[in-house]
């Protein structure tokens, strides 16, 4: 397979706030561009930090005092789903469309039985290319 460099696969279309953002804008920015992450950058457009969904558990976990708000009011209740048979493409391919890191891996008696994360996929990917180095 050719060499795919990251200038080939990057995305240019940045979404930036300042370090002195409110967190509840940047949430609404991100929300309202589906990303899962903002790039913080000072006035001289450099790398200062980069604020994610992931950062978003914390900002609630540490919330004083707690809101108290039960997961249903924002959980998503219309869940695409995998099953243990379907191809490594059709799940990629699934995750693109709907722009989804996480999918649940279901069997019809079961129940969930797994799930399949974007790291997954990337760790798929880089064992069945030889690794660099080798």
Known sequence: ???VFVGQLMSTALHTVSSDTLVEEAA???LEND????????????LEGILTTTDFV?????????????????????????TAQDSVRDISDAMIKHGFHHMPVVDETE?????VST???TAYLSHIQTPSPS
Not at 58 to 82: F, H, L, N, S
Not at 111 to 115: D, E, K, L, N, P
């Open 35 to 46: 990303i899962g992450s903002v790039v913080v950058i000072g006035s001289d457009n450099q």
């Open 111 to 115: 129940g969930v039985i797994g799930m």
């Open 119 to 121: 790291t997954d996929l």
């Open 58 to 82: 914390k900002v609630v976990a540490e919330r004083q005092p707690k809101d108290e708000t039960p997961v249903e009011t924002y959980m998503t209740t219309d869940v695409i789903t995998a």
């Open 1 to 3: 397979m050719e060499d």
């Open 28 to 30: 609404q920015k991100m």
